[in-house]
């Protein structure tokens, strides 16, 4: 049971424009989210959080919206740089047994071209 | 600050063997987490363990184990390999595992021939 969906599984943007990605979950419990880059062969990189008392969240290039009733998250990266080019996971958490668990969506695999 | 550090990196097993995978989380986080990562079912959570307890597990076969040390050092454990256990293994660790960020190792890359 996948409570976690990300539909897109990959993003072509230009550098210099605004990338978007997008995740949808389920589960209502869920009460804080995550977003994480990866490049190959490496491990996640935590990129930018929010909980569910907020609806955004802004670091640097990164702001994450999220909106509650539609239990829809999304990601936007002002300027897109080449070196944003890697795959992109929105991870959430929240419930009884969310005790170190975060569930995974698929990933959306962004390139940035010049 | 040193970030999480799994060990080893690479891994060459045969079907029927065990393998011990390590992690050393960041220090001060005392919460460390495992997860499968396979091209077809993604990131899955596999345990955690805070303060040497296993305190969440997911939907993974008892070949599966781990344990947490007082230090807050983690291994996982899986007996008896078989092919579909062929993965890369990622640790992550985060200060108490409720509403906290998760910090990820580069993981284990596990292939059993």
């Known amino acids: 049971d996948q409570q976690v969906k990300q539909n897109s599984p990959s993003l072509s943007v230009q550098e210099g424009r605004i990338s978007i990605l997008n995740c949808d979950y389920t589960?209502?419990?869920?009460?804080?989210f995550l977003w994480y880059k990866k490049y190959p062969a490496e491990g996640p990189t935590f990129l930018i959080s929010?909980?569910?008392?907020?609806d955004k969240n802004e670091d640097g290039r990164f702001t994450v919206f999220l909106n509650k009733s539609a239990k829809h998250l999304s990601l936007h990266i002002v300027p897109s740089q080449p070196g944003d080019s890697a795959v992109y996971f929105c991870a959430a958490s929240g419930g009884t047994d969310s005790w170190g668990k975060f569930q995974f969506g698929a990933g959306t695999q962004v390139v940035v071209t010049p | 600050k040193a970030g999480v550090t799994q060990t080893p990196r690479y891994l060459i097993k045969t079907r029927g063997q065990q393998v011990t995978l390590s992690c050393s989380p960041i220090s001060g986080h005392r919460s460390v987490s495992w997860y499968q990562q396979t091209p077809g079912q993604g990131l899955q959570f596999l345990f955690e363990?805070?303060?040497?307890?296993?305190?969440n597990k997911g939907n993974f076969p008892g070949r599966f184990s781990g344990r947490q040390f007082s230090n807050s050092r983690s291994e996982m454990n899986v007996s008896t390999l078989e092919l579909g256990d062929s993965a890369l293994y990622l640790c992550a660790s985060s200060l108490t595992g409720r509403q906290n960020i998760q910090y990820f190792g580069a993981g284990t890359r596990l292939s059993v021939l």
């Open positions: 363990y805070f303060s040497e307890t296993q305190r």
């Open positions: 929010i909980s569910s008392i907020k």
């Open positions: 589960n209502s419990m869920f009460d804080y």
